[in-house]
């Protein structure tokens, strides 16, 4: 299987606090994105690292990845209540197929 | 604009049944594609069409089919359906392939 993997699993934190999700992919990738769900519903973007970048950042998003481990990491600073959802890492391939890991649950707790 | 339309939000079939699931893409997107999310295998990708043409596939038996209309719009089908297939599908658009905008899904039960 070409699913990513994604550890924890779940994640619970209080607010004001950081929460980092860490994800490993065993393929060669174009790009890796994170993507956030709420309650069984559509993903959203969260944001885009191209493999020749190392870090990224958007508002309170850090992105890195680090294509000799296959590794990327989120960290999310100062969490709030409503950052509570399931968080996914998703990586394309030179096909230009997408593979989704398995997902970090994240509750922040007010 | 508007969003991923997906049509409908809820469907419940009984085994052996078809269904035909819709997806209205965002304006201006030509890219399509249908993933599959359970509890058990997670979010696993079906197939991509790129102007009206299957550009990707995933590793789906082929009871499991799609279409992509001139106008973008993207149909799925799911024939002789097992319980396996329950399931929220989702369909995402794309201008490129690259970034995706989700739908808000069809959960789909079969009994």
């Known amino acids: 299987s070409q699913q990513g993997e994604e550890d924890p699993q779940a994640l619970s934190i209080q607010e004001g606090e950081n929460a980092t999700m860490n994800c490993s992919y065993k393929?060669?990738?174009?790009?890796l994105q994170w993507y956030r769900q709420n309650s069984g519903r559509g993903l959203v973007h969260l944001i885009l690292?191209?493999?020749?970048?190392r870090e990224k950042h958007s508002g309170r998003l850090r992105v890195t990845l680090d294509t000799s481990k296959k590794s990327s990491s989120l960290l999310i600073t100062a969490s709030r209540a409503a950052d509570t959802a399931s968080y996914f890492c998703?990586?394309?391939?030179?096909?230009?197929?997408?593979?989704f890991g398995t997902g970090t649950r994240l509750t922040v707790i007010p | 604009k508007a969003g991923v339309t997906q049509t409908p939000r809820y469907l419940i079939k009984t085994r052996g049944q078809q269904v035909t699931l819709s997806c209205s893409p965002i304006?201006?997107?030509?890219?399509v594609s249908w993933y599959q999310q359970t509890p058990g295998q997670g979010l696993q990708f079906l197939f991509e069409?790129?102007?009206?043409?299957?550009?990707n596939k995933g590793n789906f038996p082929g009871r499991f089919s799609g279409r992509q209309f001139s106008n973008s719009r993207s149909e799925m089908n799911v024939s002789t359906l097992e319980l396996g297939d329950s399931a929220l599908y989702l369909c995402?658009?794309?201008?490129?392939?690259?970034?995706?905008?989700f739908g808000a899904g069809t959960r789909l039960s079969v009994l």
């Open positions: 995402a658009s794309s201008p490129d392939g690259d970034i995706q905008y």
């Open positions: 393929t060669s990738i174009n790009n």
């Open positions: 690292i191209r493999s020749n970048e």
């Open positions: 998703a990586y394309e391939t030179g096909a230009n197929n997408l593979f």
């Open positions: 304006s201006g997107h030509r890219s």
């Open positions: 069409y790129f102007s009206e043409t299957q550009r």
